[in-house]
């Protein structure tokens, strides 16, 4: 009998995260960020941490901002809004950072599940869409040599599950609702101009 696939055993997929009105919901969404980051571990590179630590510090920006504001963290939109007026924008920071994170392994995987190539071309291709132009001189190169120590195709999805098909199929579920989520995020702090000097 197959073992149960990654996705089955990740305690929230983006596909289950609730998008009302353009508004992403908060837990669920940190939820289904931490299973992302634990993907990573199925790379198997001691590389990936600088990724891992990175994105891990961003969701738990945005945790303590909810913690400490219930009221007015039921969304992801809620928390950027609240915090306009503030001096200190930490999880609105956060956030901006996680969801470029997420762009960059949701490109990646699409690149790679619609294609033959080596995780390392897709992840390398991803970056140089993605992160690349947020990095200074100083991360590229630990970022590029992340990139360089992805595992071999077959060996990820060996590990992602015995059911090839499956995973294949949950793989593509996964990255079509993470695609998405990103998409309302940015496209929410593009229309209010969020990010500025961030």
């Known amino acids: ?8 055993t990740m305690k929230r ?13 908060t837990t669920e969404f940190l939820e289904a ?7 990573f571990d199925l790379l198997g590179s001691a590389a990936f941490t600088v990724v891992q ?23 992801l939109q809620d928390i950027v809004l609240s915090e306009k007026v503030e001096k200190n924008r930490t999880a609105t920071q ?7 994170g997420l762009q960059f392994t949701a490109v990646a995987l699409r690149k790679n599940v619609e294609s033959t190539e080596e ?16 990095h200074s001189m100083v ?27 499956a995973v294949k199929q949950e793989l593509t579920t996964w990255v079509a609702a993470l695609e998405e989520i990103v ?12 990010g500025k000097g961030l």
Do not use: H
Not at 13 to 25: C, N, Q, T, W, Y
């Open 1 to 8: 009998m197959a073992t149960p696939t990654f996705f089955v």
């Open 13 to 25: 997929s983006f596909a289950d995260v609730p998008v009302d009105a353009g508004k992403v919901s």
């Open 33 to 39: 960020a931490e299973s992302l980051v634990s993907l």
């Open 53 to 75: 630590k990175d994105m891990n510090g961003n969701i738990k920006k945005i945790r303590e901002r909810q913690l400490a504001n219930a009221a007015i963290s039921s969304t």
């Open 94 to 100: 956060g956030l901006l950072w996680l969801t470029r």
């Open 119 to 134: 995780l390392n071309e897709s992840f390398t291709k991803a970056y140089g869409e993605t992160l690349i132009k947020y």
């Open 139 to 165: 991360i590229r190169p630990v970022f590029k040599l992340a990139m360089k120590a992805c595992p071999y195709r077959k060996d990820f999805y060996a590990k992602l599950g015995d059911n090839q098909e």
């Open 183 to 194: 998409k309302v995020i940015q496209d929410f702090y593009e229309c209010g101009n969020y």
